[in-house]
């Protein structure tokens, strides 16, 4: 079974530029979320999605940080401006139907680096 | 809010040393309790889990005990290896909530042979 797919794995940019990430759940996986992880520290949930809404985006910075989920599968994770504060590890989890308890499964991260 | 304070490393042992990283939560429910593992170059996945109070949770020699009356849920080894050479992350999730998963900071982790 394929993991969650997550691209790019590095990036590197100057402030107030754009960037965007993407990633691919596990098949199957309808419940996806998107976390953000600040060197030394645990990732912080951005954003969850079921299907294609949203359930959660509490902790997303809507001044810059957009997401999109339009056909349930695939998501993209953007930024614009970015901030020197934006430079984390992305990482983008997907679990099963219900989401109770289910264990989410992990992508490799997007590792930003904001000049 | 709910939260999660974990020992914060690094820790450096000794191959078959007895490891010990410490845990507690804070919540207004009854969250489900996760370790999470990091390995080198690698994504996080779960290591163990316990969905109640007195659940014990074990997987590769590790284990942990949802203590409910001291919300903690401590992560234990009798005897580590070099491949548990990892960063370790203990989480919660609230159950009446999004599901979503609150991290503590991790715990670097190195084992020497």
């Known amino acids: 079974e394929a993991g969650v797919a997550q691209s790019p794995r590095y990036k590197i940019i100057e402030k107030r530029q754009s960037v965007a990430f993407w990633c691919n759940p596990i098949?199957?996986?309808?419940?996806l979320y998107w976390y953000q992880q600040i060197l030394g520290q645990g990732p912080k949930l951005l954003i969850q999605?079921?299907?294609?809404?949203?359930?959660?985006d509490s902790q997303l910075p809507k001044d810059r940080f957009s997401a999109e989920r339009l056909k349930g599968v695939d998501s993209t994770l953007k930024i614009q401006p970015a901030k020197l504060e934006d430079s984390a590890v992305y990482l983008c989890a997907s679990t099963s139907l219900d989401g109770k308890n289910d264990e989410q499964f992990f992508g490799p991260g997007t590792r930003l680096t904001v000049l | 809010g709910d939260s999660v304070t974990q020992m914060e490393g690094p820790v450096t042992l000794s191959e078959e040393a007895f490891l010990t990283i410490n845990c507690t939560y804070t919540a207004t429910g009854y969250p489900s309790l996760f370790w999470y593992v990091q390995y080198p170059g690698e994504g996080l996945q779960l290591l163990l889990k316990?969905?109640?109070?007195?659940d014990k949770g074990s997987n590769k020699g590790f284990e942990a005990t949802y203590r409910k009356e001291t919300t903690s849920f401590h992560l234990e080894k009798g005897s580590v290896q070099v491949s548990d050479s990892a960063v370790y992350f203990c989480?919660?999730?609230?159950?009446?909530?999004?599901?979503?998963?609150?991290f503590g900071k991790g715990m670097k982790l190195t084992v020497n042979p």
């Open positions: 098949s199957g996986h309808a419940t």
């Open positions: 989480a919660l999730s609230d159950q009446g909530g999004s599901e979503k998963l609150v």
């Open positions: 316990a969905t109640k109070a007195d």
């Open positions: 999605f079921q299907n294609n809404g949203v359930v959660d």
